[in-house]
């Protein structure tokens, strides 16, 4: 009993910073935030982009807003993704000395994670690189200086997590770090709860020909939805007209789509929804059968695991990070999208075998089920005591791509760590 006291109140007396350029759209990093928050009350978010808080999460943790944020866009990729860097406020480093904190958790591997390093040098406090995962529009394979700056930050970073296996090769294998530096356990992961918190948003629609096939993001071309228009064309020649395929984004190319809709005959079948508030996201989920992702480039895409949440089987791009959460054949299968005849046959499953929807649905609640922001922030935990511990060797003492899920925190930490005053 004495050591979980004296754990809770080392919890209390850290200070913990997150550094986070954008989170424009980042309302799923709420649950994690809040959740984190109740183990570290101590803990601010920086960024420079805040969209305000989703309902119910008001003030269950603290943000402060950086001016001066910009992405600046250099270049596209040939799937359409956007190449840059975010420009950085030039308060961090003093909102970092007037808050003080023990450990920082930064965007890796960007200004933001430079100014974190030198406020390690001033002050000796922990840095932790968040990696969400990789592409090939942000790995800069064919950027041997991007490689090397990298590399060189890498050297000063305590630790990094990632969510993905794709994420941790990269981390150890071309960037070097070494395996015990290294925390691989999905934190970007969804409370259904979140989606669910508008008050009008029960009604989503009502079709009468199912299986409903649903697309979650952003129209342009990164994200893939000509080919799942394609697929759904081909379902058509095939005499298969029982089927709705729902749209839920906006962007550059939505003229594009309705154009191409209307070429493919498919006015009928495809239903576009527009841009929805993430809060209402939820009510499209529970009136959906089947959830498609047919992405190009995604590092991770938390709208598969949002869709495993709400019980639905996933068709998902082999080129999302989030694949590796798909079981194929189980829960859902994975698929090359520049094949829409790979795609249509996959939709042809649900289409012919009603039946594997539920089948395939409850696969998924059971495979995501593990992967909350209450589990995510305690993995968190153990990763901020191991790292402050005086009397632990830290990461060395982990196996690689350890979950940090073994030991509680009152065992981790015997004393406690000592947090710089206020």
């Not at 943000?63 to 270049?75: A, D």
């Not at 450990?103 to 974190?116: P, Q, R």
């Not at 790995?139 to 890498?154: G, T």
């Not at 019980?311 to 990070?321: E, I, N, R």
Request: aromatic fraction near 10%; glycine fraction near 8%.
């Amino acid at each position: 009993m004495r050591f979980q006291k004296t754990a809770k109140n080392s919890c209390g007396s850290i200070r913990v910073a997150w550094l986070m350029p954008s989170l424009e759209r980042g309302y799923y990093w709420q649950p994690l935030h809040r959740e984190f928050t109740r183990l570290f009350p101590n803990t601010v978010i920086f960024t420079g982009n805040w969209p305000g808080y989703l309902r119910g999460y008001e003030a269950s943790f603290t943000v402060q807003q950086l001016e001066g944020f910009k992405f600046v866009v250099l270049r596209r990729t040939e799937t359409g993704a956007n190449i840059g860097f975010t420009r950085a406020p030039t308060s961090i480093l003093p909102a970092l000395r007037r808050f003080r904190p023990s450990v920082i958790f930064t965007s890796s591997f960007t200004i933001w994670t430079l100014y974190a390093l030198a406020y390690k040098f001033h002050r000796n406090c922990r840095v932790v690189g968040v990696w969400d995962g990789t592409s090939p529009g942000v790995a800069y394979l064919d950027s041997p200086w991007h490689l090397r700056l990298r590399r060189f930050l890498a050297r000063f970073i305590d630790a990094v997590i990632t969510n993905s296996q794709a994420g941790e090769r990269y981390l150890r294998d071309i960037l070097r770090i070494p395996e015990s530096k290294i925390v691989r356990r999905p934190y970007q992961v969804p409370e259904p709860n979140a989606l669910c918190s508008s008050k009008d948003g029960e009604n989503a629609f009502k079709l009468n020909s199912r299986p409903v096939f649903l697309f979650v993001g952003s129209l342009i071309t990164r994200k893939g939805w000509r080919y799942l228009l394609e697929a759904a064309a081909q379902l058509v020649q095939r005499g298969m007209n029982s089927f709705s395929v729902v749209l839920a984004g906006d962007g550059e190319q939505r003229q594009d789509l309705l154009r191409m809709v209307a070429a493919l005959g498919l006015e009928s079948i495809v239903h576009l929804m527009g841009q929805m508030r993430y809060e209402d996201l939820g009510a499209l989920f529970l009136a959906s059968d089947v959830f498609v992702l047919p992405t190009l480039e995604d590092v991770w895409a938390v709208a598969v695991l949002e869709a495993m949440a709400f019980g639905k089987p996933v068709l998902c791009s082999q080129y999302a990070g989030a694949k590796e959460m798909v079981e194929h054949g189980v829960n859902g299968y994975v698929f090359d999208p520049r094949s829409p005849g790979e795609l249509a046959e996959n939709m042809a499953r649900f289409i012919q075998q009603p039946g594997l929807i539920a089948e395939f649905g409850q696969k998924s609640k059971e495979i995501i089920a593990p992967h909350t922001p209450a589990c995510a922030a305690k993995v968190l935990e153990s990763l901020v005591l191991r790292l402050l511990a005086p009397h632990e060797r830290a990461l060395e003492e982990l196996p690689a791509g350890e979950s940090l899920s073994g030991p509680s925190s009152a065992q981790v930490l015997e004393r406690p760590a000592r947090a710089n005053p206020r």
